[in-house]
T-cell receptor, first 110, second 113 residues
Framework: TQLLEQSPQFLSIQEGENLTVYCNSS?????LQWYRQEPGEGPVLLVT?????EVKKLKRLTFQFGDARKDSSLHITAAQPGDTGLYLC??????????FGKGTRLSVIA | DAGVIQSPRHEVTEMGQEVTLRCKPI?????LFWYRQTMMRGLELLIY????????DSGMPEDRFSAKMPNASFSTLKIQPSEPRDSAVYFC???????????FGQGTRLTVV
């Protein structure tokens, strides 16, 4: 059984600060998806990382896939209130449905 | 495309009543998923379909839960009878293929009193 852990569970920071959240698994997976969920909405895909060691940037968000493809991180530079939400990771193993971590709940205070 | 459409957005019902949640996936998507989200357990997969056929329902908590997908554009999740512990937000999602990016509806917030 794959164990999936996201940390920290909760994060409250001031606008302008930097932060990193983590997604760790006990298994190797073929790719990993990151989603953001805003209050009252469903999760929305941010990015998919595929290659071990891959780094992808989405404006102020930087996603990294671990070399061993068992972990990933999301770094946000100069956080803004609009970044507030629940950040979910979902590792992908072949043709199986997405299983999500419990997420990191981020609150950015103006 | 309007995205994944779920109805109702909110449902309040009494314990013992039947509840039916509805989902219209994105046209052309071959996989449909039902998830349940609570603070304690996060986002849990209940059941998923490929090409309208149920593939894995091992996440369905009890026999009180059932799901159908009579055609490519419609699915239902039914709870009968409902119990207070079923209170949660239920999401439907679809994707072109299982394992690819999932597109979620806005969810149905269910409260069983």
């Amino acid at each position: 059984t794959q164990l999936l852990e996201q940390s920290p569970q909760f994060l409250s920071i001031q606008e302008g600060e930097n932060l990193t959240v983590y997604c760790n698994s006990s298994s190797v997976f073929s790719s990993l998806q990151w989603y953001r969920q805003e209050p009252g909405e469903g999760p929305v895909l941010l990015v998919t990382v595929v290659t071990g060691g891959e780094v992808k940037k989405l404006k102020r968000l930087t996603f990294q896939f671990g070399d061993a493809r068992k972990d990933s991180s999301l770094h946000i530079t100069a956080a803004q209130p609009g970044d507030t939400g629940l950040y979910l990771c979902a590792p992908v193993s072949g043709n199986t449905p997405l299983v999500f971590g419990k997420g990191t709940r981020l609150s950015v205070i103006a | 495309d309007a995205g994944v459409i779920q109805s109702p957005r909110h449902e309040v019902t009494e314990m013992g009543q039947e509840v039916t949640l509805r989902c219209k996936p994105i046209s052309g998507h071959n996989s449909l998923f039902w998830y349940r989200q609570t603070m304690m357990r996060g986002l849990e997969l209940l059941i998923y379909f490929n090409n309208n056929v149920p593939i894995d329902d091992s996440g369905m908590p009890e026999d009180r839960f059932s799901a159908k997908m009579p055609n490519a554009s419609f699915s239902t999740l039914k709870i009968q009878p409902s119990e207070p512990r079923d209170s949660a937000v239920y999401f439907c999602a679809s994707s072109f293929r299982t394992g690819q990016a999932a597109f979620f509806g806005q969810g149905t917030r269910l409260t069983v009193v």
